[in-house]
Nanobody, 117 residues
Framework: QPRLVESGGGLVQAGGSLRLSCAAS????????MAWYRQAPGKQRELVAR???????EHADSVKGRFTISRDNAKNTVYLEMISLKPEDTAAYYC???????????WGQGTQVTVSS
């Protein structure tokens, strides 16, 4: 059974940094498209970044230059490095996996990121 488990969320001041991790199991991780989404209260869930099996990455315009998605296939883990955090980055962050293309087939349970001003 595929499973995604996020970690690394928390409370940070504006301008600070966090690194989210997502450990995958029950799937052929190296072949999956992996992605990070986020959902703020009262807003729709949005795609933050994705990384293909080849390592190709895409980031939302709102996070370009501040967030970086990466993967370690040996550890079955995808990361989201976040710097220069802003209060508007506050949201629940979800890891997701897709077999062929987005939208994802599998979701993690989410990890909360709160950025105080």
């Amino acid at each position: 059974q595929p499973r995604l488990v996020e970690s690394g969320g928390g409370l940070v001041q504006a301008g600070g940094s966090l690194r989210l991790s997502c450990a995958a199991s029950g799937m052929l991780f190296s072949s999956r498209i992996m992605a990070w989404y986020r959902q703020a209260p009262g807003k729709q869930r949005e795609l933050v970044a994705r990384i293909g099996s080849s390592g190709f990455t895409e980031h939302a315009d709102s996070v370009k230059g501040r967030f970086t998605i990466s993967r370690d296939n040996a550890k079955n883990t995808v990361y989201l490095e976040m710097i220069s955090l802003k209060p508007e980055d506050t949201a629940a962050y979800y890891c997701a996996a897709a077999r062929f293309s987005l939208p994802p087939d599998y979701w993690g349970q989410g990890t909360q990121v709160t950025v105080s001003s």
